[in-house]
């Protein structure tokens, strides 16, 4: 009798330590993935900072999606960029590019509405230069992740139709990435400005062979697009 009692305790003893080892397990195994999260929150953090810093972009968004308004969008856009192309070819570093564009921000602002009174439409522009949400973006072979960027917006009337996007340092808007690729001359300007790691990235992020690359990418993507949506979650709730 002793002995079946002495095996009841040793079962009962020893379900109880499964219990614990089950719950240490859920709960080591919780702190990993915590860990996990963290550092691919923490190395998009850094990637996008660094293109945000290095980068700007001219974002030019239209009053609407009607045939009429996308095609006077990207009117008002080759104006800017033949303006922009002649004010920028000397400027060899961000900082002085940025200085250029705030010192002309009136000039796109009158060439803009010009173009648009010509056209024989009376919407308001505003342009500004700031820091904005963008999603994943493609321009030619060089695909940006979801993040936040520098750049110079031009808003036509109530901004409510599709976009176009370039990237006017390094001076990406100013070559034909039409046929899929960007000249080698723009990829060397490029990495000048960008690490070792955010150039591969924006770079051969479409790389089926580089399966690290794209996992990076898609971990940066990930992060800066859900950082996004909850931004303006947030902002719409207060």
Sequence with gaps: MSKVKSIIKGFKFSKKNSVAFK???AFLAVMM???????????SEDVN????????RLHVIANSDSPADQSLKRDVRDII????KD??????NIEQTKAIINQNLANIEKLSKDEIARQGKDYGVKTMLGIYPFPIKKYGDITLPSGNYQALRVVIGKGEGANW?????????????SHGTVPNSVKKDLKKVLTKNEYKIITTADNEDDIP???????????????IKFTGLISKIF
């Excluded at 996990?36 to 190395?43: I, K, Q, R, T």
């Excluded at 004010?87 to 060899?92: A, G």
């Excluded at 996007?165 to 990435?177: N, S």
């Design 165 to 177: 996007w370039c990237v006017l340092f390094p001076p990406l808007c100013f070559v034909d990435a």
């Design 49 to 56: 900072k660094g293109l945000e810093n290095n980068l700007i």
């Design 23 to 25: 719950f240490t397990g």
């Design 81 to 84: 960029i033949n303006f922009m």
């Design 33 to 43: 993935l915590t860990m996990v999260l963290f550092g691919a929150s923490s190395y």
């Design 87 to 92: 004010k920028l070819k000397d400027s060899k």
């Design 213 to 227: 690359v794209k996992i990076r990418f898609k971990v940066v993507d990930f992060f800066q697009a859900a950082k």
